[in-house]
């Protein structure tokens, strides 16, 4: 299931921003002051953006700015802005304060993934061609959806309540877009611990938003720190953290290699697009970039993506519906004469088209990848293919 973050707050801050500097004062950077002080981290964050772009050079701006969207979740884009106030004002207590604040994440995350396994496994179950795992929230057992469309780890609020966790108050962290709506909608962010396996994560910041959603999404965010391979015989995933990786697989990725069993391996590269895994697809001889999206049951194109890629419209198969996070919508059929991912070729394949789909490209789904293996690699930035011997 494909979920992207417009804006949201998953991050409890744990420095402070006490400190005070010499302000320059301007309109929109005291209205961020004071919605700063109000935990209104979102009408903050655009204040400031504001204020910065009218005063490039009051660092303070530039400070809060980073530290608005490190409270706001965007942990990636927080630290560029950190590093941007401490090599543009160097000197400044603005400068020092972000220094001192990336040297604290640094160390965090020196700790946190320490304490992580080098290697581990879990079992999985197929719902539909949805992959779901065994999870404890605050040590309260739950199943997730394994998806790799997600970024970021999603609960609703009766999913919290059957656990016996309180609903997050306040007025809403950010907004999110999902399958099967026309409008933002509103998230906020909890910290909880979250163990999957072997992997457990303490005081780790989830989403929370009312969607009509079974079962929750566990996101990119939370194995961010491993390779992942996905076993269809066996039912399982296995983890292994990328720097216990990098020190036992090759340093280049050749297309086509063979494992000491026997099995042939097809590596595919990907690049990244925030947190989504973008393959190139050939469909009806033609390059086709695609998000690789393990939470999506079949591959979904917008009727322009459709358009271009050469796909038509089955007329004799009636709309179906699709699920997304905010309801239902109508998705048409198309075919596609082949379509072909490293080995994995498909003719006469059946896709959904629909314009609510809200994805900035195709989603390539599990029905297409079917009973084939594979591994996710973040390191070498490959997925690698294989099959079962039968």
């Not at 910041?205 to 939370?222: A, C, K, W, Y």
Request: net charge neutral; charged share 20%.
């Amino acid at each position: 299931m494909r979920w992207r973050l417009l804006t949201s707050c998953l991050i409890a801050l744990s420095c402070s921003v006490s400190t005070a500097f010499a302000l320059e004062e301007s309109e929109f950077y005291l209205q961020g002051t004071a919605l700063f002080k109000k935990q209104e981290y979102l009408q903050a964050f655009e204040s400031f953006a504001k204020a910065v772009q009218l005063q490039p050079n009051n660092a303070d701006a530039a400070y809060y700015l980073a530290v608005t969207l490190h409270h706001l979740g965007h942990l990636d884009k927080a630290k560029e802005q950190y590093k941007f106030v401490v090599d543009t004002f160097p000197g400044s207590a603005a400068a020092q304060q972000a220094s001192t604040i990336l040297h604290q994440l640094s160390l965090a995350k020196q700790v946190e993934s320490a304490a992580l396994p080098k290697e581990t496994w879990v079992k999985y179950e197929r719902r539909g061609n949805s992959i779901e795992v065994d999870g404890l929230v605050n040590n309260h057992p739950i199943k997730f959806d394994f998806d790799t469309g997600a970024e970021r780890c999603l609960l609703t609020p009766t999913q919290l309540k059957q656990m016996g966790i309180p609903m997050p108050s306040g007025s809403p962290s950010g907004w999110g877009a999902g399958i099967g709506q026309t409008k933002p909608i509103p998230v906020w962010h909890l910290s909880v611990d979250l163990k999957v396996g072997r992997i457990e994560r303490r005081n780790f910041p989830i989403l929370v938003s009312s969607v009509p959603m079974d079962t929750p999404l566990l996101g990119q965010d939370f194995y961010r720190d491993f390779e992942y391979s996905i076993d269809s015989a066996s039912k399982t995933i296995s983890f292994r953290q990328h720097s216990f990786a990098a020190a036992v697989v090759k340093k280049t990725a050749p297309a086509l290699t063979v494992d000491a069993a026997g099995h042939y391996i097809f590596s595919v590269p990907f690049t990244k697009e925030g947190n989504s895994l973008i393959v190139t697809a050939m469909i009806n001889g033609k390059n086709v970039p695609m998000v690789f999206d393990t939470g999506a049951v079949f591959c979904l194109f917008s009727k322009q993506e459709a358009n271009q890629a050469g796909i038509s419209l089955d007329p004799h198969r009636p709309a179906f519906p699709i699920s997304g996070l905010s309801g239902q919508a109508m998705a048409q059929v198309g075919i596609i004469s082949g379509i072909k991912l490293g080995p994995i070729e498909r003719h006469n394949f059946a896709i959904g088209i629909c314009d609510q789909a809200n994805t900035a490209k195709p989603l390539l789904g599990q029905d297409f990848v079917g009973d084939w293996n594979y591994t996710i690699d973040n390191q070498q930035q490959v997925i690698r293919f294989t099959k079962n011997l039968q």
